[in-house]
């Protein structure tokens, strides 16, 4: 094996680690993309009562 074979066959497997990682960190976004679509999918929106005060101008019609 000459020096440049080595050198391909080194880049090579860096690169395929390279990939591996990607291919990782790429499956676990899409499962945490997932997870949260399916948290947000859940939730019931919160319940707010809203009071409305009146002064004394606007009840003396």
Excluded at 5 to 23: D, F, K, N, P, V
Aim: glycine share 12%; no cysteine.
């Amino acid at each position: 094996m000459g020096a440049a074979s080595r050198l391909s066959q080194t880049l090579g497997e860096h690169m395929a680690w390279a990939i591996r990682i990607g291919l990782g960190v790429l499956f676990l976004a899409i499962i945490g993309a997932g997870f949260l679509a399916w948290y947000a999918g859940t939730l019931t929106p919160p319940q707010r009562a809203y009071h409305q005060v009146l002064t004394h101008e606007r009840t003396s019609y």
